[in-house]
């Protein structure tokens, strides 16, 4: 298998317009993952999927985020419109289970200028 | 809201001298991961405590779950420069949200 992937690798953005992260999560994996991380504010859980329906959004930060899983093997991350404060690397984690290992894509970095 | 804590927050050692990181919770946990991400990489999962009192070793690493089940620690044994990176604990409570805390970040000097 080919692990966790996500698309792009890298994002350079002008603020305001629109982001689009993709994700495909390992096959067979129930639970997908959508994580931020930057150095002032670590690794944050932003929403998570179990049998692609949304469990928790909480940690998503306002409505300008937003995020599906239409299928099994398929997740979006979108920002509209995105702000330089948007700039973080973005992490696709999923596993089999809630409660077993998160595998991690490579994550995507986005900067937003 | 729940929350891992994770300390130190940074720690700069000589090869060859242990290191130990350490993760507090302030509820009651289900199971607790412990994850490694290297420079410029992605969170690696190393392995998951579920029990009270659990001990667990891979080669140099010895990780623990406390008796309460709200406290966990990770201890690296004679660090090598292969063990540069961050170590991250990640609480996951009965709602099923696994909660990563700060991070501890090792630098080692050869």
Request: hydrophobic residues 10%.
């Given at each position: 298998d080919a692990g966790v992937i996500q698309s792009p690798r890298h994002e350079v953005t002008e603020m305001g317009q629109e982001v689009t992260l993709r994700c495909k999560p390992i096959s067979g994996h129930n639970s997908l993952f959508w994580y931020r991380q930057t150095m002032m504010r670590g690794l944050e859980l932003l929403i998570y999927f179990n049998n692609n329906v949304?469990?928790?959004?909480?940690?998503?930060?306002?409505?300008?985020f937003s995020a599906k899983m239409p299928n099994a093997s398929f997740s979006t991350l979108k920002i509209q419109?995105?702000?330089?404060?948007?700039?973080a690397v973005y992490f696709c984690a999923s596993s089999k289970l809630l409660n077993t290992e998160a595998f991690f894509g490579q994550g995507t970095r986005l900067t937003v200028v | 809201g729940q929350q891992v804590m994770q300390i130190p927050q940074y720690q700069h050692v000589q090869e060859g001298e242990d290191f130990t990181t350490y993760c507090n919770s302030s509820t009651t946990l289900s199971n607790i991961q412990w994850y490694k991400q290297r420079p410029g990489g992605h969170p690696v999962f190393l392995i998951q405590l579920v029990k009270s009192g659990e001990v667990k070793k891979q080669k140099r690493l010895t990780f623990q779950f406390g008796e309460a089940k709200k406290n966990s620690s990770l201890h690296i044994t004679a660090t090598q420069t292969t063990d540069v990176g961050t170590y991250f604990c990640a609480g996951l409570w009965r709602g099923n949200k696994l909660v990563f805390g700060a991070g501890t970040i090792l630098r080692v000097k050869s």
């Open positions: 949304p469990i928790d959004d909480s940690g998503m930060p306002e409505d300008r419109p995105s702000e330089p404060r948007d700039s | -």
